[in-house]
């Protein structure tokens, strides 16, 4: 995560993300980086923070994410990893849990659910024929009636679960989770799936980067206009 | 041994904010709000070049902000700066992780900063000077061994004081994985000492997912060990006037002895103990899915199929990654199936739940096996 600290997926995903975004992206960047992802997947289907550990959900997003910028989302058995993060919406809060019998925590709202948005598109490119036109593989209204009821500070902000109190990381994970439930697809197939009134339907967000789909493009058209930058000594 | 916070909203007395009890030690919740930003600030300007400390100072600084708030890294580093120039004990580091856990179990940089400090101390141990240092005064293999046990303890403590502690449990795995090299005896050493933790945290997915880690790597281990017995005859039927070297004698001695693994008993006893388990606790998902996968390894692994080995080997050591709940048809085929573990007992087992229990949660689990069993048994 930084020189001399600790080695997991999640660092896999920020420098995917940052050198895509900034079109820095050389071939050897990522040598390796890909088969080492799919080694974090393991025998429940999800993926653990190095390989050899427990699935759990923050970490398979940010593998997931990372393998979807790198292309490679083929080298993980898309059908396990489907069946765990499923498995993971809990039917009587319809939030979701990070983990196999633990507590439901609003934040996974963004780290599971969001999972749904990539499955989908890389089975697409399989061309799935089950696969919807109009909705993610996870109970949309069961996952916006939990953060909605649930995850609000009556101050302001949002939170884990009732009874825990407010901070940044849950507001932006609960209302990336909400955003990513009321938004199928996009351009043509855009499908919006809206709890309660209509002023509660948020912008949609990027489900790889989490940050508006405009700025996004905004973003790689800025960088693609500079080289590569090179390791060579000018 | 252990520290906590003591919660006392207000200085009542004109006295030291400091409680030792029984070796256990305490501070009043009152001063921390002084005293954190007090030492906060002191390793900043140190930090800042703007206030000198010394060794000792800085010792002291970083071990009292640490046992207040052991996620700030920036005092574990430097910590890693004075062991790295010498002047602190690795060893200290370990005993004051160990006493930060016990009120903060989960601190994932209390983890990290005890692996980096056990990788130093690795390093040191394949040093041939390792005789003068004198540290811990005994050889270097039981050294390595009490290093081990020590992380154990401290990953079991750590584990009971907060379910599912994932980095406990992940710091446990790396110790196993890069310590203990994941030697046989160590694994079932292990897989037996976790037997009682596991059934009296039935709802600790982590527990659960460690054992499989643990079998998991058993079966590895009797793969890549059966390959070794493989290669070694043949070079030995090549070249018999070779003399066979210490260590290739050794490996294959390991190996003989290892080959002794009986797996498949292993793997029954977890089918028996989840079962128990599961009749024991209604309505725990861990159990079902430990069950689920306990399966899944028995009718795959190549112990329970011991002719067909040199063909599941690379079957196994490229899947064993992503096993889970979907059909491989392929390696259904291929493997004979053994029936030590017969599916009617497991299929005897989930009617037999399902007749009986009264817990929702539990029949939803047991109607999903079923249905699991049937796909996955194809009878």
């Known amino acids: ?234 | 041994d252990e520290i906590g916070l003591i919660p006392c909203p207000e200085a009542r007395y004109n006295r030291s904010p400091i409680v030792l009890v029984e070796n256990k030690l305490g501070v009043e919740s009152w001063c921390v709000k002084f005293l954190l930003p007090y030492v906060h600030n002191r390793l900043l300007l140190y930090r800042q070049r703007k206030q000198w400390l010394n060794k000792d100072e800085l010792i002291d600084i970083t071990c009292t902000l640490l046992l207040l708030n052991p996620d700030f890294t920036t005092a574990w580093n430097v910590r890693k700066e004075l062991i790295l120039s010498g002047t602190l004990n690795p060893l200290k580091d370990l005993h004051l992780g160990k006493l930060a856990l016990t009120k903060f179990p989960k601190s994932p940089e209390t983890w990290i900063h005890r692996r980096w400090v056990l990788q130093q101390l690795i390093q040191e141990n394949s040093l041939p000077s390792l005789a003068t240092k004198g540290n811990l005064g005994a050889a270097p293999m039981e050294r390595i061994h009490r290093l081990v046990q020590e992380e154990m303890n401290v990953c079991s403590e750590a584990a009971g004081r907060y379910p599912s502690n994932y980095n406990a449990w992940s710091h446990r795995i790396w110790v196993l994985q890069h310590l203990a090299k994941l030697t046989v005896k160590v694994l079932l050493d292990e897989l037996s000492s976790t037997k009682y933790w596991v059934s009296m945290h039935v709802s600790d997915h982590s527990g659960f997912h460690y054992r499989q880690f643990l079998l998991n790597s058993l079966i590895r281990r009797t793969v890549t060990d059966s390959n070794i017995l493989v290669q070694n005859r043949m070079v030995n039927e090549q070249n018999p006037s070779l003399q066979k070297g210490e260590e290739s004698a050794g490996t294959e001695a390991a190996c003989a002895e290892e080959q002794s693994v009986d797996l498949p008993r292993h793997l029954e006893e977890e089918m028996e103990l989840c079962s128990e388990l599961i009749d024991n606790y209604p309505g725990h998902e861990t159990l079902w899915c430990h069950s689920d996968e306990t399966l899944n390894n028995s009718h795959h692994s190549p112990a329970a199929s011991p002719m067909a080995q040199a063909m599941d080997v690379d079957g196994l050591n490229e899947s064993s990654s992503k096993q889970g709940y979907t059909q491989e048809t392929k390696r259904l085929k291929r493997a004979p199936v053994q029936d030590s573990l017969g599916p009617e007992m497991e299929y005897r087992f989930v009617d037999k739940v399902l007749s009986t229990c009264r817990d929702v949660d539990q029949a939803r689990f047991a109607t999903a096996y079923r249905k699991w069993l049937v796909t996955f048994l194809g009878q």
């Not at chain 1, 923070?49 to 393998?67: D, I, K, N, R």
């Not at chain 1, 939030?95 to 599971?112: A, E, H, I, T």
């Open chain 1, 1 to 234: 995560m930084h020189v001399g600290g600790e080695v997991d997926v999640r660092s896999a995903y920020c420098a995917a993300s940052v050198a895509s975004l900034t079109n820095i992206m050389t071939p050897t960047l990522f040598a390796g980086t890909a088969e080492w992802i799919a080694r974090c997947q393991n025998w429940e289907g999800g993926i653990g923070g190095v390989p050899g550990m427990e699935a759990h959900g923050g970490y398979t997003f940010c593998g997931v994410a990372a393998l979807v910028i790198l292309k490679q989302e083929h080298l993980l058995n898309l059908r396990s990893l489907l069946h765990w993060v499923t498995g993971r919406q809990m039917r009587f809060e319809g939030g979701f849990q990070g983990r196999c019998n633990k507590l439901v925590d609003g934040c996974y709202s963004f780290w599971q659910a969001g999972l749904l948005p990539l499955l989908h598109r890389a089975l697409h490119a399989r061309g799935d024929p089950a696969l919807s036109m109009a909705h993610w593989m996870f109970d949309q209204l069961a996952l916006q009636e939990y953060i909605l009821l649930c995850c609000q500070c009556p101050a302001g902000g949002l939170l884990d679960k009732p009874g825990k109190s407010r901070d940044f990381y849950h507001t932006c994970y609960c209302l990336s989770g909400l955003a990513i439930a009321q938004h199928f697809g996009s351009g043509d197939l855009h499908n919006e799936v809206v709890l309660g009134i209509p002023e509660n339907c948020l912008q949609a967000t990027h489900p790889v980067y989490n940050i508006a789909p405009e700025k996004v493009a905004r973003a790689v058209m800025h960088f693609l206009q500079y080289p590569v930058p090179s390791l060579d000594p000018a």
